[in-house]
């Protein structure tokens, strides 16, 4: 028998459970002994004995033109919101490395199940930006063709990709397009989702599925260190790569600020999905420097210093330091790069404020294959309703 | 005192804390952050962590440990962050939370509040402006209540609490923050499971309830203007529906319009078409009609306000009735 203390004699800001320092260690802020890193926050390559990549000048600066780019869509859209243009943008400052690092590392056939934050990987995916401000715009609840991009739509309930993601990397053991050993054949899924998420019963089933049918899925955790105003310890006690193990496949915690280490990590996952080995947990450990979206006030719950030690950590800042200091990009190189995030920033903008709202009727549309007569007679009436203020208007 | 809406269950939880040392609240983001619509904002800091606690990201996770705490002696007051997650939750909420008295033959109460703030017209994105209600009213073993304006905010929360059923307690989100209204902490509230005629009329009983109670009473005086006269009546209670106040008005009327956000199909307006007919069939002028959200998923937001079931809609149904 345990005793239980006097829940009385807890001061109102007593938490539950052991000192996190003595589970973590001290160097979890830094993401602790595991953390595979191949860029350091200063921008010096270092190497791993598991996982590299060997970039030519040119990808690296593919890399920083992707990440450079995504942060100006996000900044252009934040600012839309702001005026109005949007009802609500879901900000991924700071994670563009992550986004990017696995958007990268994927092939065309593969299969992403994205979250709403997902901006960066839907950039790789060829999913013109302006759909996802559409659907931040409200004008529809996602306006790409998943399958022509392989990248799912948005998903804002938490964690129910996840199951999606197992599921259609089920349908791919099922085709015969897992280890074929053709590398234009062989195809895997990706499946995001953030550190919140990873309380959901539905993730936690995806693992479950995953594993007993050795699904070709990666499941990409980004952990950004806050579900909305929630910190990583409300929703774990150990670290979020370690859950794998109990789920009987490996877990990878990466650094999400670093491109390359993500590229590696992924590339690598991606691989053994493809061939067949199964699934694979990345935790990118990431922090997410803005506010949850657009709606949030974080300075309600977390330290500016909080976000000042995290600014020093920058993804970007990073990889152009190391561009730099090694010769890799010029100054034109950079110039260019900033000219073209001005007129993405330029088309997004005109592309947003002139998006027509809707056609009222499109509320009747695509609920069904084969339109129920009932749900017809109702948007014949509410077109004569509309009708009707017209004629009387006329 | 001036309450918001939002304000007014705030106080009337606080006021529930206070009252009762076994009362508890639980939910996303409800600790420090106040909740996303600040209306635990606060309590935490006031009542400390053991009693408002900040759960993790799991809606069935939430319910089901809140199970065990009201099986424990504990009144747990749960916060569902938008409609649309209450899904999660709903095998819990359905299959334990509704069932636990009549499987334990009432040994084992369930004295639970669900608190989901509902309905749209706040612009936002998917699965944020749902109305769920018809599917916890269809449920046997749970109560369902709406409130609609800051002083029936402040009493019925705390009478929700109170309550020794589960009780799915439904916060129109739209008007969070809107219009502050007089909130008297002496006075004595009426029931929690009553409904309450809100502008008296003589020509046609609209029935509302939640957001729609507004868009009701503003429909009643543009037709005011027009020579019409409209009975408001505020249901606030969904189950178990409190019929004499309807029935007696919709007598002296003969028509009713039934007025919800939620899809027409099987919503609530069906139950109370189906009542109003069986109990005053002679009494009626003209069938009742209902206006509400049509039955396609929740749009996106730029064309809700044509989903919505607006001043317009409520007045064309109106009319329609007048004219039979
Ligand atoms: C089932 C469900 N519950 C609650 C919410 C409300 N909500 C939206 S985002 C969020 C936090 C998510 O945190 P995390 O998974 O860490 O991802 P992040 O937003 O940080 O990228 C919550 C609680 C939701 N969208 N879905």
């Given at each position: ?173 099922r085709d015969g397009v897992v280890g074929t050993g053709d590398a234009a054949r062989d195809a895997a899924v990706i499946a995001h989702f953030g550190d919140g998420a990873s309380s959901q019963g539905d993730v936690n089933e995806a693992f479950i599925f995953a594993a007993s049918y050795n699904a070709p899925v990666v499941f ?175 | ?293 049509f039955d396609t998923p929740y749009p996106a937001s730029r064309i809700e306000e044509h989903f919505l079931p607006d001043l317009d809609r409520l007045l064309d149904a109106v009319d329609r009735s007048l004219a039979f």
């Amino acid at each position: 028998m345990t005793t239980h203390p006097d829940p009385a004699a807890r001061t109102a800001d007593a938490t539950f459970g052991p000192d996190l320092v003595e589970v973590f260690g001290p160097s979890q802020a830094d993401g602790g002994p595991d953390l595979v890193q191949l860029l350091t926050p200063e921008g010096e390559r270092v190497h791993h004995p598991d996982f590299d990549v060997d970039l030519t000048p040119e990808e690296l600066r593919g890399l920083y033109r992707d990440m450079a780019l995504v942060r100006r869509l996000d900044v252009e859209a934040t600012a839309l919101q702001r005026h109005g243009e949007l009802g609500l943008w879901a900000q991924l400052l700071g994670q563009e490395a992550a986004q990017i690092g696995c958007g990268r590392a994927l092939a065309p056939q593969d299969f992403v199940f994205p979250t709403y934050r997902e901006h960066g990987v839907a950039w790789c995916r060829d999913v013109d930006p302006l759909h996802l401000l559409g659907l931040f715009r409200g004008v529809d609840h996602g306006g790409w063709d998943p399958a022509a991009h392989g990248f799912g739509l948005y998903t804002i309930v938490i964690g129910a990709q996840t199951l999606h993601a197992t599921g259609y990397a089920m349908g791919l053991q099922r085709d015969g397009v897992v280890g074929t050993g053709d590398a234009a054949r062989d195809a895997a899924v990706i499946a995001h989702f953030g550190d919140g998420a990873s309380s959901q019963g539905d993730v936690n089933e995806a693992f479950i599925f995953a594993a007993s049918y050795n699904a070709p899925v990666v499941f990409f955790c980004q952990n950004n260190q806050w579900a909305i105003s929630e910190p990583i310890e409300r929703q774990t006690r150990i670290p979020l790569f370690q859950r794998a193990l109990g789920f009987g496949f490996p877990g990878i915690r990466v650094d999400g600020n670093d491109v390359l280490a993500t590229l590696a990590v992924t590339r690598a996952a991606l691989q053994r999905a493809r061939e067949g080995q199964g699934p694979t947990l990345i935790e990118a450990y990431t922090y997410r420097m803005g506010a949850h979206t657009t709606t949030d006030d974080p300075t309600r719950y977390r330290l500016s210093s909080d976000v000042e030690r995290w600014k020093l950590k920058d993804p970007i800042a990073r990889l152009e330091v190391h561009l730099k200091r090694n010769g890799l990009a010029d100054a034109a190189f950079f110039d260019d790069v900033a000219a073209e995030a001005d007129a993405l920033g330029a088309r997004l903008r005109a592309g947003c404020t002139a998006m027509p709202d809707p056609d009222p009727l499109a509320i009747f549309e695509q609920v069904y294959a084969e339109v129920p007569d009932e749900l017809v007679a109702q948007r014949d009436g509410y077109a004569a309703y509309l009708d009707s203020f017209e004629e009387a208007g006329r | 005192m001036r309450l918001t809406l939002a304000k007014a269950l705030n106080a009337g939880l606080r006021r529930a804390l206070e009252d009762d040392p076994k009362v508890l609240l639980m939910g996303e983001d409800i600790g420090r952050l106040g909740g996303v619509f600040r209306v635990t904002d606060g309590l935490q800091k006031d009542f400390g962590e053991d009693r408002v606690i900040d759960s993790p990201l799991a809606e069935s996770g939430i319910v089901g440990t809140a199970v065990g705490l009201a099986l424990r002696g504990y009144r747990p007051v749960v916060e569902i962050q938008f409609d649309g997650f209450v899904y999660p939750a709903y095998d819990q909420i359905v299959s334990q939370v509704a069932k636990m008295r009549y499987r334990s033959r009432g040994r084992s109460p369930m004295p639970m509040v669900i608190r989901i703030p509902f309905g749209g017209g706040i612009g936002a994105v998917e699965h944020h402006s749902e109305s769920p209600e018809a599917q916890f009213a269809h449920t046997p073993g749970l109560k369902v209540v709406a409130c609609s304006n800051p002083a029936d905010a402040y009493w019925m929360i705390q009478q929700a609490i109170a309550s020794d059923d589960p009780v799915v307690f439904l916060e129109p989100k739209r008007q969070y923050h809107a219009d502050k209204a007089e909130v008297d902490e002496a006075a004595t509230p009426p029931p929690l499971f009553s409904s309450r005629v809100v502008r008296a009329g003589s020509d046609v009983t609209v029935l509302a309830y939640g957001p729609t109670v507004r868009t009701a009473l503003r429909a009643a005086e543009a037709a005011a203007g027009e020579g019409r006269s409209m009975e408001v009546v505020d249901l606030r209670t969904l189950s178990p529906l409190d019929l004499p106040p309807v029935l007696e008005s919709v007598r002296r009327t003969g028509r009713a319009v039934v007025v919800h956000e939620a899809h027409v199909n099987l919503g609530l307006g069906a139950e109370l078409a189906a009542r109003i007919t069986e109990e005053c069939f002679f009494s009626l002028e003209a069938p009742v009609l209902r206006v509400g959200g049509f039955d396609t998923p929740y749009p996106a937001s730029r064309i809700e306000e044509h989903f919505l079931p607006d001043l317009d809609r409520l007045l064309d149904a109106v009319d329609r009735s007048l004219a039979f």
